[in-house]
């Protein structure tokens, strides 16, 4: 069975950093495309980055090009979300979602760990 | 940069069949493959419906996806309409520019 589990989310003020994980377990992790996906409260879903197999191709939705960095550990099981000079914008559940690649079809989700940014 | 737009909300009675439809700004739908995902209150989303008409497994076949490349928009339609479908609905598809896109989401109401 599939499980994609979040954690590191939390409370902070603006400008501020917090690193989020993803660890997965039920299937071959390196060989699989990762997401990260966000969700603002009572927002609809928003792509925020995901990462090829080895973590040599990586891409960004624009709002968080610059200031967040995604990153995986194959010999972990485990994929990363650097966030760094948050805004209340940034406010929102974020997921750890399986990428099947090629098309970027996803077919599995975390449960989703909330990241709050709030002065 | 390309849009999927959806209808914000759809509403119908239990038992009956109702359709979603999820428009690419692009025009070229019928080059990238589109999935659906359903969100209860509360939830994760799951996906119900991928590359256009496919179902994962466990999905009931009361979900069924199509495409219209006439008017370049996709559908997820559900039929016999039960109280638990009650959930957003979201469609999802990838283009070189926007990479990873998701529609604005639909609020199914089963009434």
């Known amino acids: 069975e599939v499980q994609l589990v979040e954690s590191g989310g939390g409370f902070l003020q603006p400008g501020g950093s917090l690193r989020l994980s993803c660890e997965a377990s039920g299937f071959t992790f390196r060989s699989y495309w990762m997401s990260w996906v966000r969700q603002a409260p009572g927002k609809g879903l928003e792509w925020v980055a995901n990462i090829n197999q080895d973590g040599s191709e990586k891409y960004y939705v624009d709002s968080v090009k610059g200031r967040f960095t995604i990153s995986r550990d194959n010999a972990k099981n485990s994929l990363y979300l650097q966030m760094n000079r948050l805004t209340v914008e940034d406010t929102a559940v974020y997921y750890c979602?399986?990428?099947?690649?090629?098309?970027?079809?996803?077919?599995?989700w975390g449960q989703g760990t909330l990241v709050t940014v709030s002065s | 940069n390309f849009m999927l737009t959806q209808p914000h909300s759809v509403s119908e009675s239990p038992g009956k069949t109702v359709t979603i439809s999820c428009t690419d700004s692009s025009g070229s739908i019928a080059s990238t493959y589109v999935q659906w995902y359903q969100q209860r209150p509360g939830s994760a989303p799951i996906s119900v419906i991928y590359e256009y008409d496919q179902r994962p497994s466990g999905v009931p076949d009361r979900f069924s996806g199509s495409i219209d490349s006439s008017s370049n928009s996709a559908s997820l339609t559900i039929s016999g309409l039960k109280t638990e479908d009650e959930a957003d609905y979201y469609c999802q598809s990838y283009h070189r520019t926007n990479h990873v896109l998701f529609g604005g989401g639909t609020k199914l109401t089963v009434l």
């Open positions: 979602a399986r990428d099947r690649g090629g098309y970027h079809i996803i077919d599995y």
